[in-house]
């Protein structure tokens, strides 16, 4: 739900679904990366901390808890089968 009204798919495509714009990845698998939450939430508050020169905006103004859903959620996406 909050993956799907933030917005994020403007940028991403999600298990073919969304857009792809100014590179960046494919999300479906992403928890195949094994980031953890604590990671994804600061990668979603300041993506540009991360990767410096990052075209992704930061989403800090989400709130706490939604960013760990949203975190949780990336976390538990380990690909369609
Ligand atoms: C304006 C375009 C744009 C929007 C909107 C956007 N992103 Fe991104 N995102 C990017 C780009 C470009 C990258 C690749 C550069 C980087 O890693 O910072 C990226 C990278 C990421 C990564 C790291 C992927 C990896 O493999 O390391 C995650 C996770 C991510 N985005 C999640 C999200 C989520 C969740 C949202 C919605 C809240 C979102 N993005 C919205 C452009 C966007």
Redesign the pocket.
């Known amino acids: 739900m909050v993956?799907a009204t933030?917005?994020?798919t403007?940028?991403?495509t999600y298990a073919g679904s969304g857009n792809s714009?100014?590179?960046?990845?494919d999300?479906t698998a992403?928890g195949r990366?094994k980031?953890g939450i604590r990671f994804?939430v600061r990668?979603?508050q300041c993506?540009s901390c991360?990767?410096s020169g990052?075209?992704?905006?930061a989403?800090r103004s989400?709130g706490e808890k939604r960013l760990h859903e949203?975190a949780v959620f990336?976390d538990a996406s380990k690909g369609t089968h």
């Open positions: 993956f933030s917005g994020c403007a940028c991403h714009n100014l590179g960046a990845p999300l992403i990366r980031y994804l990668q979603l993506p991360i990767r990052s075209a992704m905006p989403f989400l949203l990336l």
